[in-house]
């Protein structure tokens, strides 16, 4: 079975600080994405950042990156120079692009920045 | 503005009564999506449609049902058999064969007491 996990079910930070969210995953396949999403309190889930399985290049979107680890079944995300406006549910989400084209998701990881 | 709308935001209803949540799009996209969250929780696929008058049942589709008469609407029905139906609804809708990229609507919480 395909799974996400995300070990950290909260975590806080100082605003300015950086801060890594931890995401794995468990598949058999190879052609695969790889996603982070963000939901604030008003519950919009917002894509942050997506990776594709085949690119070696770790993906970037402004202050948010990630450090993806094939062979580790690794999906990190770090935001550096936190902001308040980061404070949200984070999920990591993976869909397997050779099969049944659904989103599995983590459960997600409530981060704070506090001022 | 392209986008996704669901109404309304919060929904009550007593138990034992059917209702229907509403998912309209028009980002011109084949592709439609239902999933439940719950506290602590992923989200959960319930069904999807890759094309108008089709869908699927994702892994808990037990007590709800779906139609897809037309492209831009996908209104899901919550049915007096889901156990239990409180939760917050969202649905998706990404370009045929590109459910990588799905975009969302805002979502309504539901609460049936």
């Known amino acids: 079975a395909q799974t996400v996990t995300q070990s950290q079910p909260e975590m806080s930070v100082q605003e300015a600080e950086t801060v890594t969210l931890s995401c794995t995953y468990d598949t058999s396949e190879s052609n695969y994405y790889l996603f982070w999403y963000k939901q604030p309190p008003s519950r919009q889930m917002i894509l942050v950042i997506r990776q594709e399985a085949y690119k070696q290049q770790n993906a970037t979107e402004n202050r948010f990156s990630v ?27 993976f869909i397997h692009m050779d099969s049944n084209y659904q989103l599995i998701w983590g459960a997600g990881t409530k981060l704070i920045i506090k001022p | 503005d392209g986008g996704i709308t669901q109404s309304p935001k919060y929904l009550f209803r007593k ?5 229907t949540l509403s998912c309209e799009q028009n980002l011109n996209h084949d592709a439609m999506y239902w999933y439940r969250q719950d506290p602590g929780q992923g989200l959960r696929l319930i069904y999807y449609s890759q094309i108008v008058n089709d869908f699927q049942k994702g892994d808990i589709a037990e007590g709800y049902s779906v139609s897809r008469e037309k492209k831009e609407s996908f209104p899901l029905t919550v049915t007096s058999a889901q156990k239990n139906p409180t939760a917050f609804y969202l649905c998706a809708s990404s370009v045929a064969g590109q459910s990588y990229e799905q975009y969302f609507g805002p979502g309504t919480r539901l609460t049936v007491t």
């Not at chain 1, 902001?83 to 549910?89: I, V, Y």
């Open chain 2, 15 to 19: 138990e034992g009564q059917n209702v």
């Open chain 1, 67 to 93: 450090n993806f680890q094939k062979a580790a079944k690794s999906f990190s995300l770090k935001i550096s120079d936190s902001q308040l406006g980061d404070t949200a549910m984070y999920f990591c989400a």
